[in-house]
């Protein structure tokens, strides 16, 4: 891969009272690249994700964003924010606002559209992640699935220029979980940047340029998935993708 | 049981009882949102003297807070030289602290998760407390502000002490006029209960049904 860097971490640390859960953190995603993080439990990753998309800040480190240090001088960081798209592992969508309305919030009070305009989009992202026909229902109407979805064109309709993925379906069921799949595929067909913790290896496989392991607050190893699923370098990384790849049957 | 003059009589004392309870509410309400926003989001001095006045008013028999305008106040500042003023201030201020943990606890029942999704949204601090928070926090409050009336209207019974003309001085004058204890006062409590009642049992099925419809929790 060799476009822009859109976002890059360089030596992230990250210390919650006196446990140092990123220590020294280096990562960079370009322009066009879907990079996919695994990684045992407790390793880091929702952390790395968070401090990434500015909704925390590191202990130490620095962020960049197309180039500019964002915690340096002070810039406006929620128009930074509003160009790094975030879902979550557990659906987040605003509980009093239907789908549509969940969608529109950023676009009318951040991005300042008028409520038609705002509307039409809305609805535009709602059609891509295929739930026009939900736009009216609130999220305790929707499944797991379709509120990740939601969660997916809300992310979208702000026109990111990166989102940010955090096992999106590690809370679904293996039916919902293809569904969301399914459309983060096409999203990364379609060439939108992302950086996706996940552990569902057909995805990786399929989309993935690279695939990163992580392990006790740092990135251990990065590589091609033709190279990361089959033989990689560091034997922590081959022995947790031999327990997860034989939850697959082996690929 | 008592007779329907007297029990007209006794009705006398519903406006006082609910004026004063449902102004010490609004001035409860007026109070307690903006200082539940102090106690969340100022920097730690600032909360702090709104979490001491909440722990006063917490701590203060509300009698003792109205002798305290009524006597005390009333001295130098006219308004509180009426009955009247001085137990809708003593309601009203303290219900400012119980609005308050109500809402607080409120404000903090919307999840976590939600608040991130606002801020990776690029919404302000302001936005995220206008558009998230409070619209769900006003739903989970509900029941809590229904039982904070219902314990405005029984604690305004206490102004009749500083000679406030609500149902219980109505009770209190029927006893003293018919040398009879119970009747009065139970004449007096039913009102009482007809009032509260449906208010609180009102806003704890409105609470439940929306918190149902929107899956709150
Ligand atoms: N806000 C916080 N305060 C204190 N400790 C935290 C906080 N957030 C995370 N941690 C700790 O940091 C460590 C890493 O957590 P994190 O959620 O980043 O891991 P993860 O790799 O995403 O795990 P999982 O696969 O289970 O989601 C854990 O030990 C967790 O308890
Ligand atoms: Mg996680």
Same mark, same amino acid.
Request: contains cysteine; aromatic residues 10%.
């Given at each position: 891969?060799?476009?822009?860097?859109?976002?890059?971490?360089?030596? =992230?640390?990250?210390?919650?009272?006196?446990?140092? %859960?990123?220590?020294?953190?280096?990562?960079? %995603?370009?322009?066009?690249?879907?990079?996919?993080?695994?990684?045992?439990?407790?390793?880091?990753?929702?952390?790395? =994700?968070?401090?990434?998309?500015?909704?925390?800040?590191?202990?130490?480190?620095?962020?960049?964003?197309?180039?500019?240090?964002?915690?340096?001088?002070?810039?406006?960081?929620?128009?930074?924010?509003?160009?790094?798209?975030?879902?979550?592992?557990?659906?987040?969508?605003?509980?009093?606002?239907?789908?549509?309305?969940?969608?529109?919030?950023?676009?009318?009070? %951040?991005?300042?559209?008028?409520?038609?305009?705002?509307?039409?989009?809305?609805?535009?992202?709602?059609?891509?992640?295929?739930?026009?026909?939900?736009?009216?229902?609130?999220?305790?109407?929707?499944?797991?699935?379709?509120?990740?979805? %939601?969660?997916?064109?809300?992310?979208?309709?702000?026109?990111?220029?990166?989102?940010?993925?955090?096992?999106?379906?590690?809370?679904?069921?293996?039916?919902?979980?293809?569904?969301?799949?399914?459309?983060?595929?096409?999203?990364?067909?379609?060439?939108?940047?992302?950086?996706?913790?996940?552990?569902?290896?057909?995805?990786?496989?399929?989309?993935?340029?690279?695939?990163?392991?992580?392990?006790?607050?740092?990135?251990?190893?990065?590589?091609?998935?033709?190279?990361?699923?089959?033989?990689?370098?560091?034997?922590?990384?081959?022995?947790?993708?031999?327990?997860?790849?034989?939850?697959?049957?082996?690929? | 049981?008592?007779?329907?003059?007297?029990?007209?009589?006794?009705?006398?004392?519903?406006?006082?009882?609910?004026?004063?309870?449902?102004?010490?509410?609004?001035?409860?309400?007026?109070?307690?949102?903006?200082?539940?926003?102090?106690?969340?989001?100022?920097?730690?001095?600032?909360?702090?003297?709104?979490?001491?006045?909440?722990?006063?008013?917490?701590?203060?028999?509300?009698?003792?807070?109205?002798?305290?305008?009524?006597?005390?106040?009333?001295?130098?500042? !006219?308004?509180?030289?009426?009955?009247?003023?001085?137990?809708?201030?003593?309601?009203?201020?303290?219900?400012?602290?119980?609005?308050?943990?109500?809402?607080?606890?409120?404000?903090?029942?919307? !999840?976590?998760?939600?608040?991130?999704?606002?801020?990776?949204?690029?919404?302000?601090?302001?936005?995220?407390?206008?558009? $998230?928070? *409070?619209?769900?926090?006003?739903?989970?409050?509900?029941?809590?502000?229904?039982?904070? $009336?219902?314990?405005?209207?029984?604690?305004?019974?206490?102004?009749?002490? *500083?000679?406030?003309?609500?149902?219980?001085?109505?009770?209190?004058? *029927?006893?003293?006029?018919?040398?009879?204890?119970?009747? !009065?006062?139970?004449?007096?409590?039913?009102?009482?209960?007809?009032?509260?009642?449906? $208010?609180?049992?009102?806003?704890?099925?409105?609470?439940?049904?929306?918190?149902?419809?929107?899956?709150?929790?």
């Amino acid at each position: 891969m060799s476009g822009e860097i859109i976002l890059e971490g360089k030596g =992230l640390w990250k210390r919650y009272g006196s446990l140092d %859960v990123l220590k020294g953190v280096d990562i960079s %995603v370009r322009k066009g690249e879907t990079k996919v993080i695994i990684g045992p439990s407790g390793s880091g990753k929702s952390t790395l =994700l968070r401090i990434l998309g500015l909704l925390e800040p590191p202990t130490k480190g620095e962020i960049y964003f197309r180039g500019e240090n964002v915690y340096a001088g002070n810039l406006n960081l929620n128009r930074i924010r509003a160009k790094i798209g975030f879902v979550f592992q557990e659906p987040s969508l605003f509980r009093h606002l239907t789908a549509l309305g969940n969608v529109k919030l950023g676009l009318k009070h %951040v991005l300042k559209m008028k409520d038609e305009e705002a509307e039409k989009k809305a609805m535009e992202m709602l059609r891509l992640v295929h739930l026009e026909e939900w736009a009216d229902h609130y999220p305790a109407q929707l499944s797991g699935g379709q509120q990740q979805r %939601v969660g997916i064109a809300r992310a979208l309709a702000m026109d990111p220029d990166i989102i940010l993925f955090d096992e999106p379906t590690a809370s679904l069921d293996i039916e919902l979980t293809w569904e969301v799949i399914e459309v983060m595929e096409e999203l990364a067909r379609k060439g939108i940047t992302m950086l996706v913790v996940t552990h569902e290896i057909p995805f990786a496989k399929e989309v993935a340029d690279e695939i990163c392991f992580m392990e006790e607050g740092l990135i251990k190893e990065c590589a091609p998935p033709e190279i990361m699923l089959r033989n990689p370098k560091t034997p922590r990384a081959r022995s947790f993708l031999k327990r997860l790849l034989g939850a697959y049957g082996g690929i | 049981m008592i007779s329907t003059s007297d029990f007209i009589f006794l009705l006398r004392g519903v406006p006082a009882t609910l004026s004063i309870s449902f102004i010490a509410f609004i001035i409860g309400f007026a109070i307690g949102i903006p200082l539940t926003m102090v106690r969340l989001y100022t920097p730690r001095i600032y909360a702090s003297m709104a979490n001491a006045y909440v722990k006063v008013f917490l701590g203060v028999p509300v009698l003792v807070i109205m002798l305290f305008f009524y006597f005390g106040l009333g001295k130098y500042l !006219p308004p509180f030289r009426s009955p009247y003023m001085s137990a809708i201030a003593a309601l009203g201020f303290r219900s400012g602290a119980y609005q308050s943990q109500i809402f607080k606890s409120a404000m903090n029942s919307v !999840p976590r998760d939600q608040i991130l999704a606002a801020r990776s949204l690029g919404l302000t601090k302001t936005q995220i407390i206008r558009y $998230i928070i *409070l619209p769900q926090a006003f739903i989970v409050a509900l029941p809590g502000l229904g039982s904070e $009336i219902a314990l405005l209207i029984k604690d305004s019974a206490y102004s009749f002490i *500083l000679g406030v003309l609500d149902i219980t001085m109505h009770a209190d004058i *029927l006893r003293r006029a018919h040398k009879l204890f119970l009747a !009065p006062y139970l004449a007096g409590a039913l009102l009482y209960i007809m009032m509260t009642f449906p $208010i609180a049992n009102y806003l704890d099925r409105l609470g439940s049904r929306l918190k149902d419809r929107y899956g709150l929790r």
